[in-house]
């Protein structure tokens, strides 16, 4: 019998309801991702509109379909409406700007000399956070309407194959919705157009001088599927108008909290203490739990402050459970090496039952204070389905005959096994993944 996730609940203090009657698909890796997206847009009858945090200059959408703007200026000269919201970093945050598009006299200069007409508004986020949602929303409100949420940056690393054969490759996931669910990915982009902090400066809009407001969606799409779903965000109180909301870290915690069997999870970072309790509790119940984040994280301070070494020693002493697996991967490159692949998805799946899939990280910006988005499914076979997608990457091997214990266990195997192979210089590997030391990672 498959799962329907009914044991996993939903948030009552979120923008959005659950949702019945949405069609749900995965997007593993950058480049399957990027080449739908770019085929809806090529598809779409009425309307582009995105938001987007980071952008490399060096960014290219696959099949030589050329660069983000290549790709919505040929919108445009079909006459669809195009608009983007792109973050613009604050003082705190002024690092980022080479990796972003913030509206710079060059960018303004780069969009006339190409004859851009797709309009924008660049939009700061509070203090030291990020405008982080990385959405895409076709045909707004049409019957056509299909949303993308995830977090897959515009990095050339990013777009890559499932596999990740070669070097400096990133992981990553999307979703694509269409369904009534979608109709809250577009509320949630009227709301951040209309509210964009910085439309009525002289530098931040193009195509328009700020007078281009969007109106609210005033009914739902209709049924497309046959999947559960709720749109969750992150939106600091302070930036929108008092309409703070944390509807990603709740579902976390229920989910965590609800968990019978198997957590798979893959994350940029585990930095939450929340979800660190939350994770151990789990593995107190006996609950299989494999944590996929990047093999090389940041370096950690040479000198923590006894609150940071608390966290750090309560964050190891989930490697002292053996149903606990932390793993990186690392995939071949063209000379039969074991290059590691950084892992920037941020997605969990609980009991074969229920998924979450988007752009929060597991740390405090994501979950407190950036803008985040993430859509979280209550649909078994999806779950399942996703969940023998990733372990055929992973592991290279087809599960789709376990269930998801016995596959997480074999997760586990196969992981301490390829680790040992590594410690030993031996590449030949099954699969990608290595397990990790947790008392000597520091991500």
């Given at each position: 019998?498959?799962?329907?996730?009914?044991?996993i609940?939903?948030?009552?203090r979120c923008?959005?309801?659950?949702?019945?009657?949405?069609a749900?698909r995965?997007?593993?890796?950058?480049?399957?991702?990027?080449?739908?997206?770019?085929?809806?847009?090529?598809?779409?009858?009425?309307s582009v509109?995105a938001?987007?945090?980071?952008i490399?200059?060096d960014?290219?959408?696959?099949d030589?379909?050329?660069d983000?703007?290549?790709?919505?200026d040929?919108?445009?000269?079909?006459?669809?409406?195009?608009?983007?919201?792109?973050?613009?970093?604050?003082?705190?945050?002024?690092?980022?700007?080479p990796?972003t598009f913030?509206?710079?006299?060059?960018?303004?200069?780069?969009?006339?000399?190409?004859?851009s007409?797709?309009r924008?508004r660049w939009d700061?986020?509070?203090?030291?956070?990020?405008?982080?949602?990385?959405?895409?929303?076709?045909?707004?409100g049409?019957?056509?309407?299909?949303?993308?949420?995830?977090?897959?940056?515009?990095?050339?690393?990013?777009?890559v194959?499932?596999?990740?054969f070669?070097?400096?490759q990133h992981?990553?996931?999307?979703?694509?919705?269409?369904?009534?669910?979608?109709?809250?990915?577009?509320?949630?982009?009227?709301?951040?157009?209309n509210?964009?902090?910085?439309?009525?400066q002289?530098?931040?809009t193009?195509?328009?001088?700020?007078?281009?407001?969007?109106?609210?969606?005033?009914?739902?799409?209709a049924?497309?599927g046959?999947s559960?779903?709720?749109?969750q965000?992150t939106?600091?109180a302070?930036r929108?108008?008092?309409?703070?909301?944390?509807?990603?870290?709740?579902?976390?915690?229920?989910?965590?909290?609800?968990a019978?069997?198997?957590?798979?999870?893959e994350?940029?970072?585990?930095?939450?203490?929340?979800i660190?309790?939350?994770?151990r509790?789990a593995?107190?119940?006996?609950?299989e739990?494999?944590?996929l984040?990047?093999?090389?994280?940041?370096?950690?301070?040479?000198?923590?402050?006894?609150?940071?070494?608390?966290?750090?020693?309560?964050?190891s002493?989930?490697?002292?459970?053996?149903?606990?697996?932390l793993?990186?991967?690392?995939?071949l490159d063209?000379n039969g090496?074991?290059?590691?692949?950084?892992?920037?998805?941020?997605?969990?799946?609980?009991d074969d039952?229920?998924?979450?899939?988007g752009?929060?990280?597991l740390?405090?910006y994501?979950?407190?204070?950036?803008t985040?988005m993430?859509?979280s499914?209550w649909?078994?076979a999806?779950?399942?389905?996703?969940?023998?997608?990733?372990?055929?990457e992973?592991?290279?091997?087809?599960?789709?005959?376990?269930?998801?214990?016995?596959?997480?266990?074999?997760?586990?195997?196969?992981?301490?096994?390829?680790?040992?192979k590594?410690?030993?210089?031996?590449?030949?590997?099954?699969?990608l993944?290595f397990a990790?030391?947790p008392?000597?990672w520091?991500?």
């Open positions: 019998m498959t799962p329907t996730g009914s044991h609940p939903f948030v009552e923008s959005y309801p659950v949702r019945d009657g949405n749900v995965a997007l593993i890796d950058g480049e399957p991702a990027f080449r739908r997206i770019c085929a809806a847009i090529a598809a779409a009858r009425r509109w938001t987007v945090a980071f490399a200059p960014f290219r959408m696959p030589d379909q050329g983000l703007f290549d790709v919505l040929r919108a445009v000269a079909r006459g669809v409406d195009v608009r983007v919201l792109f973050w613009r970093p604050n003082p705190e945050t002024g690092q980022f700007e990796r913030w509206g710079s006299p060059d960018h303004r200069r780069a969009l006339a000399e190409r004859g007409r797709f924008i700061r986020a509070h203090r030291a956070n990020c405008q982080h949602q990385k959405s895409w929303l076709i045909d707004a049409e019957a056509t309407e299909v949303a993308f949420i995830g977090g897959i940056n515009l990095n050339p690393r990013s777009v194959a499932p596999g990740h070669g070097a400096h992981h990553d996931a999307y979703v694509e919705l269409a369904g009534p669910s979608a109709s809250d990915v577009h509320h949630n982009f009227v709301q951040r157009w509210q964009a902090s910085e439309r009525d002289d530098n931040g193009w195509g328009r001088d700020g007078d281009d407001e969007l109106t609210f969606p005033s009914r739902t799409s049924p497309r046959a559960k779903a709720q749109v965000r939106l600091h302070a929108y108008a008092d309409a703070g909301e944390t509807s990603i870290f709740e579902q976390y915690r229920l989910a965590l909290g609800a019978r069997r198997t957590i798979y999870i994350n940029q970072s585990l930095e939450a203490p929340e660190v309790a939350g994770l509790q593995l107190d119940r006996g609950v739990i494999v944590l984040t990047p093999a090389e994280p940041e370096a950690e301070p040479a000198a923590a402050s006894p609150e940071r070494q608390a966290f750090l020693d309560a964050r002493a989930l490697g002292g459970y053996e149903n606990f697996t793993a990186g991967i690392a995939g063209a090496a074991r290059q590691n692949v950084y892992v920037h998805a941020k997605l969990m799946l609980v039952a229920w998924a979450t899939i752009s929060a990280n740390h405090a994501s979950l407190f204070g950036s985040e993430n859509a499914i649909d078994g999806f779950v399942r389905a996703l969940r023998c997608e990733l372990f055929a992973h592991l290279g091997l087809d599960t789709t005959h376990l269930d998801d214990l016995a596959a997480l266990r074999l997760y586990r195997r196969i992981s301490n096994a390829n680790r040992r590594r410690e030993a210089g031996d590449s030949g590997w099954q699969g993944v990790l030391n008392a000597t520091q991500g």
